[in-house]
């Protein structure tokens, strides 16, 4: 068990490795245009009836993406370091209550009416926590 004390002792870029790739990911979601990557069409023959326009570079994929990884991240660190709690178990935790997340916000988007559920919101939630969990790995 790594105390607080060690870990500040660790070179920056080991207690950090990753943050680089959130950062620029970040950014991207910040300044892309998201009204136009949001724009509502009419589905194809049905004028009662609007389709999603859902790229899998829109905003939408790196906010998905950013927040599943921070998720994920901060619940390893808060149950690893803070509760001492197993690395393999606060793994295993914090994934599976990011992924449960994802999937809930999706559910709530199709239920509600508020938003469109979509599957490539929950391939980007997937990849946020799969890229912190191989970094956290990768020791």
């Given at each position: ?5 060690q870990f500040l002792r660790l ?55 950013t927040v599943s990884a921070m ?69």
């Open positions: 068990m790594m105390t607080s004390i070179p920056i870029h080991v207690r950090f490795r990753g943050l680089g790739i959130l950062l620029i990911l970040t950014g991207l979601f910040c300044v892309s245009e998201p009204a136009k990557l949001f724009a509502q069409t009419k589905a194809a023959g049905d004028s009662t009836r609007s389709a999603r326009v859902d790229p899998w570079h829109a905003a939408d994929k790196y906010s998905h993406f998720l994920t991240a901060g619940q390893f660190f808060v149950l690893h370091d803070r509760m001492e709690v197993s690395e393999n178990r606060a793994l295993t935790a914090a994934v599976a209550s990011t992924v449960v997340i994802g999937v809930a916000k999706e559910v709530y988007d199709g239920v509600s009416g508020k938003g469109t559920p979509s599957l490539k919101d929950l391939v980007a939630d997937v990849a946020g926590v799969a890229l912190v969990a191989v970094l956290i790995r990768a020791k």
